[in-house]
């Protein structure tokens, strides 16, 4: 709200799953996720690094179907001079369903 044009963020995620058990039923799961404006729009988001996302969990496969997966994510938010930059904690509780 109040930007004066359309900002564009290119982000990308590295995530690895690794076996914990020999029934391939239990993983630890890690991921980065970068985010970075592409371009500066008044009023609105700054270009370069706005934030990162780390995670650390664990999943659970029930099924061929569905998993879930529960674990901590870390987020770092640079905010330009604005406000100091922050972290943000949080339990991250996902469920995954295949539709096909």
Known sequence: QGASDTSMRGRSMLRVAVPMDKGHKWYYVVFDELFVNLNTVSGGPHGGFDQNRVYSGVNHVINSKASVELG???QYIHTHGSVPDRWN???????YLKVR
């Open 89 to 95: 904690h949080a339990i991250l509780a996902t469920v």
């Open 72 to 74: 901590y994510l870390g």
